[in-house]
């Protein structure tokens, strides 16, 4: 069975501050996805994953893959309180179409 | 342009009683996804369509839970004797074509489901 684990699953930060989300998963995977989630609203993609050694970024985050340890990580520099939400990775197979989420990480951004 | 969109947004029930779940994914989308997503959890799979076809419903919890998507485009998930262990936020996601590329999911905003 496919597990999924984030940690940690809840941080809470100082504005200006670094620091990493860490994403394993159990069995190979064709992508991995990163998403936000805000309370009570649905999901939001922020990258994907495709191949080994893939780096995104976009603003403050930054995501990694690195299929060969199953690990992906997303990276904040300088925390700002709008980066306040629950982060979730995601793997995917693509036979099935299937996707399988961690419990998430939900991050607090104190000023 | 408009996203996913799920109606209705929430639904109170009682034990027992039948629900249908509708969800319209953004035009020419092709692949279609249901999701249970329960407190403090990730979101669950449970049924993918490629065009009008379930191509995985591993997912669906048992036979209660049943979905169709007969056109296509708009999808309709459907639970029987609802129990009080139903109870979630149940989401669908629509991408362009499932399988190819970097098929990005759109989310949409969900119908909470509340079984008493």
């Known amino acids: 069975e496919l597990k999924v684990e984030q940690n940690p699953l809840f941080l809470s930060m100082q504005e200006g501050k670094n620091y990493t989300i860490y994403c394993n998963y159990s069995t190979t995977s064709d992508r991995l996805y990163w998403y936000r989630q805000d309370p009570g609203k649905s999901l939001e993609s922020l990258f994907v994953l495709l191949s080994n050694g893939a780096v995104k970024q976009e603003g403050r985050l930054m995501a990694s893959l690195d299929t060969k340890a199953r690990l992906s990580t997303l990276h904040i520099t300088a925390a700002v309180h709008d980066l306040s939400a629950t982060y979730f990775c995601?793997?995917?197979?693509?036979?099935?179409?299937?996707?399988?989420f961690g419990d998430g990480t939900t991050l607090t951004v104190k000023p | 342009g408009a996203g996913v969109s799920q109606t209705p947004s929430n639904k109170v029930t009682e034990k027992g009683k039948y629900v249908e779940l509708r969800c319209d994914p953004i035009?020419?989308?092709?692949?279609l996804y249901w999701y249970r997503q329960s407190l403090g959890q990730g979101p669950e799979f449970l049924i993918y369509f490629q065009g009008t076809g379930a191509a995985d419903d591993s997912g669906l919890p048992n036979d209660r839970f049943f979905a169709v998507r007969p056109e296509g485009s708009v999808s309709t998930l459907k639970i029987q004797r609802t129990e009080r262990g139903d109870s979630a936020v149940y989401l669908c996601?629509?991408?362009?074509?499932?399988?190819?590329?970097?098929?990005?999911?759109?989310f949409g905003p969900g119908t909470r489901l509340t079984v008493l």
């Open positions: 996601a629509s991408s362009p074509d499932g399988g190819a590329g970097t098929d990005t999911q759109y």
């Open positions: 035009s020419g989308h092709t692949a």
């Open positions: 995601a793997t995917y197979t693509r036979s099935a179409g299937k996707s399988t």
